[in-house]
Structures are given as C-alpha cells and as structure tokens.
C-alpha cells in the first residue's frame, strides 16, 4: 500500500531499533523512471504511548523550520490513506549518526562533539523564531497540566514526583515569551556527521510554550548518556547560551534552566511510566517499555540532585550489610532462582547478542539487562522494602499512597526537607537495582 501512496515500488523496507514512541521504519522508494531515493516511514503507534493526529502539524513545522534554516529532513508526503492506519509521515533519509553513546565517545565524532554545542544553539534559535500560530495545531502547553493527572490515570504512585511538582509549582518563573518549542530536542534525536549536526529529528511533541525548556530538556541528565557535558553530554551551558544569544535567540538565565532542568526530570518519569503501560496493558508488548519502566527512579534521584537533598543520602544504606543473607536452601534445589536468571542472561549476552545484530541485537541487551535487574531484586529487594517501610513510619505514614496524598494537599510545603531525604533514600536503593552505575556520578 506505501508504493501505491507514493506511485512507485518500495523495496527492503526495515523496521529501525528503538522507537519507543513512533513506528519507525527504513525503505527505499524506486520511481517509475527507476529512480532509487532512501526514505524514512514515521507511524504513530496507535496504542496511547504517543500522541497521535499529529502528522500534519509535525509535517508543518519540518517545512517551517526549513524555511528559517534549520537542518532537517524534507517531508515528501504525510497523512492518513487507506491501507496505512493511524497517522504517518514519510521523509527523506539522511546519512548520519544518532546513537548518543558513540557520538561522545568514539574518536571519530571529536570534531562534531567540539561543534555540537554552537550547532545546537543555533538550531534552537532558529526554531524559537518560527511563529506558533502560523503552526495549525499547534496549541500551548502548560507543563504543569499533566504530571499528575497522566499519573492517576496509570494508577502509579509516586511520593517524589508528587513533591517534585509542588517544588515546581511553588518556585515556577514567571511568564516567558511564547515561541515554539520543539519539546524533545535532545542527544538521541539529533543526526549528526563528522562536521556536526545534520538534521534535527522527531518533532512529535512540539507545542507553543518557555524557550527555555527546550534548553532545560537538552540539559537534562537522561540525556547526556554518561558524557561530561551539562549541555547533551558534550556542552557548556555558558557557551550555548552564549551562542543561542549570538544567533538571535532571547537573554536566558541560567536559573530558570534549572527549573525546566527539575521539570524535564519529572517529565521523562512519567513518559517511562507511560510507556511501560503500554506493555502493561497488553497494548505493546515489547520488553523495551516494560524495562523503561524501571527507569522511573532515574529520574527522582535526578530531581533530587538539583534540589540540593542528595548530597545527604550517599552513604550506603541498611541493605549493604544484609545482602545475600545466609537463608537455607528452598525445596527447589539448585539452581536456584538467582542462577537461573544469571544463565539466561548469560545466554543473551554470549549466544545472541554475539550473533546477530540491529534490532535483535538491541532487544538481546535490553532483555539481558532486564534480567540482571531480577537478579539483584531477589538479592536485595527484600531488605530494601523493609528499610523503605521502616522510612515512611518515621514521618508518620503507613504506605506511598498516603504519603503522596500528604505532600498532594500540601502538608510538607513548608518544610520539605525530611520528606525530600527519606524519598531520595528510596530513589538511591532503587537504583542499586534498576541501575546501580547511575550512582557513581551523583552529579551526572
């Protein structure tokens, strides 16, 4: 049906890895004339992970966008034709570069790591240019608006980023001007060259709102894959605000990126509890969204490092002494669950991962990864829930329900620093078992 739509033959069409909240897809587009061009095939999911209806603005702005010079990919046709479901965009297929962890790490992006910052700057300044209401559809967005309600409508509860969002609420800046914003502007969605950026991708979540939080989302630690950079793992903040101002764009004060800083962090917590619901429901399964799903307590230690509390809860916690406690050995013999999980895992690294590639090859890693995780829960999540029990008793609370319901009403407003240090304790032996490397840079 894609040739019929485009009037030509489509051949080796592909699905790329990753993708969590669009359908993906590479192919080339042969003409009647025998003309081969590579293209790339956008879909929305259709099962609630994205937000969908959106082509046609997301088309409008790569157009706009192009017109006041930034790098992107040219839209060759979007819309919603029979034998396609759901919304799709189809545009050109540049050459180049997106995973984050070679651009800041192998030799041959130096160049491009040393010219991202001044690129990326300019690029958002230019964005920051286009005028919202010339966008249809474009509406703004209050950032406020939907943390928590999206969180109530999943069911999840989570004490931190309920007092993230009343921090945010109680320290938010005052109105900036309106621009577009293009909302997931980051490492992972730039196509970068060894000259640099080459094209900026994924403009799903662009809305009207604070140019700032397109420098506050960049900035975001999610996002800097491990890199020394403030900026997308490669930058400075001074020089990109800098360059944003060298190239037309408004004075940013750095502290007003912090706030946008604390609410990406918020943000990206509830996009991963989002789209592990999606696995959850039987919508998507895919082992990919269910493991972001653990990635929740990322970003609550993350929000806790800007608010100043983490610096008082680095120290190793109860569960450190009592790991792999001395237990009898279960009816069942051995292996016991541990090993069984430490083999599976082991067969994923060796006999997978080692022999294929591209998106079996990613999925192999996520999946092994996934099982590490039950690992060292089994190790260690028992004495990790009694130590978090153990926490919400001292503050008076029986469970995370009513601790969220506390902060919600605004019971610690006016002291929160007891209740930051318990949940950041919380966020930390999360992380012991979702992730333990994240700790070892408090800072990101």
């Known amino acids: 049906m894609l040739g019929q739509v485009l009037g030509g033959t489509v051949r080796d069409l592909r699905r790329l890895s990753g993708g969590a909240s669009r359908i993906t897809s590479a192919f080339e587009f042969v003409a009647g004339e025998g003309s081969v061009r590579p293209l790339i095939l956008q879909q929305e999911r259709g099962d609630g992970v994205g937000q969908s209806g959106r082509v046609h603005v997301e088309a409008a702005l790569l157009r706009a966008a192009r017109a006041v010079g930034v790098p992107v990919p040219e839209v060759v046709v979007a819309g919603e034709r029979a034998g396609l479901d759901r919304g799709w965009l189809v545009v050109e297929r540049l050459d180049g570069e997106t995973i984050p962890r070679k651009i800041l790490r192998d030799r041959q992006w130096a160049a491009a790591r040393s010219a991202l910052t001044g690129q990326c700057a300019q690029a958002l300044a230019a964005i920051h240019t286009i005028d919202p209401d010339a966008i249809e559809g474009l509406a703004p967005h209050d950032p406020l608006r939907d943390p928590l309600p999206f969180l109530d409508a999943l069911g999840e509860v989570r004490p931190a980023l309920e007092l993230g969002v009343r921090w945010l609420e109680a320290n938010r800046p005052p109105p900036d001007r309106r621009v577009t914003v293009h909302g997931d502007f980051r490492n992972g969605n730039l196509l970068v060259g060894p000259e640099g950026l080459r094209a900026v991708l994924d403009w799903e979540l662009a809305h009207a709102g604070d140019p700032a939080e397109d420098i506050g989302w960049l900035c975001a630690r999610a996002w800097r894959f491990g890199g020394p950079g403030r900026v997308g793992g490669f930058g400075d903040l001074s020089e990109f605000l800098e360059s944003y101002r060298a190239a037309g764009g408004v004075e940013i004060d750095p502290v007003r990126v912090v706030w946008w800083e604390a609410y990406a962090a918020i943000k990206w917590a509830v996009i991963c509890a989002l789209q ?89 890693r996520v999946a092994r990864n996934v099982l590490q995780v039950v690992s060292r829960q089994l190790d260690l999540g028992a004495v990790i829930a009694a130590a978090h029990v153990g926490r919400l008793a001292r503050l008076g609370f029986s469970d995370d329900g009513d601790l969220a319901s506390a902060i919600r009403s605004g019971e610690f407003d006016d002291d929160w620093h007891e209740v930051g240090v318990a949940l950041a304790t919380s966020a930390r032996d999360q992380l012991v078992v979702a992730n333990p490397s994240y700790l070892d840079d408090a800072g990101g």
């Open 276 to 364: 592990a619901s999606a696995h959850l429901s039987g919508a998507t399964r895919s082992v990919e969204l269910a493991a972001i799903g653990r990635r929740v307590c990322e970003s609550e230690w993350d929000l806790f490092v800007l608010l100043g509390v983490v610096p008082h809860v680095t120290a190793p916690g109860p569960f450190v002494e009592a790991a792999s406690p001395s237990v009898p050995l279960s009816p069942f013999g051995r292996p016991t669950a541990s090993e069984l999980v430490d083999a599976v895992s082991e067969y994923l690294e060796r006999g997978v991962m080692g022999k294929t590639e591209g998106g079996t090859r990613f999925e192999a």
